[in-house]
Nanobody, 126 residues
Framework: QIQLVESGGGSVQPGGSLRLSCAASVPNSSTYCMAWFRQAPGKEREGVAVISASGYGEPNYADSVKDRFTISQDKAKNTLYLQMNSLKPEDTAMYYC??????????????????WGQGTQVTVSS
């Protein structure tokens, strides 16, 4: 059974940083894509970043977060991370960790991810 549990959200001022964590219990993890999505009130869910659990290839990022956010993983700890720097008010959203058996084909189509965490709130405000 796949379980994803996010943590690390909170409130931060613009320009600040946060690191989100996702404890991921994923069997045969090398075949999976591990991704971060976010959803702000009244908006559609948006893909933020995705990485191959196998470690092959380069992560993909949404244009809105490139050069500010970094996705990474610690396989020994079965944990996915999202380092968020230079945060902006428009980054305010509920952030979700997700997993899909993508066999290395990285993508951020939320409708294709069957496994989701419960989310962690990030609020960027002065």
């Amino acid at each position: 059974q796949i379980q994803l549990v996010e943590s690390g959200g909170g409130s931060v001022q613009p320009g600040g940083s946060l690191r989100l964590s996702c404890a991921a219990s994923v069997p045969n993890s090398s075949t999976y894509c591990m991704a971060w999505f976010r959803q702000a009130p009244g908006k559609e869910r948006e893909g933020v970043a995705v990485i191959s659990a196998s470690g092959y290839g380069e992560p993909n990022y949404a244009d809105s977060v490139k050069d500010r956010f970094t996705i990474s993983q610690d396989k020994a700890k079965n944990t996915l991370y999202l380092q968020m720097n230079s945060l902006k008010p428009e980054d305010t959203a509920m952030y979700y960790c997700a997993a899909e058996r993508c066999f290395g084909h990285l993508h951020l189509r939320s409708d294709m991810y069957p496994y989701w965490g419960q989310g962690t709130q990030v609020t960027v405000s002065s």
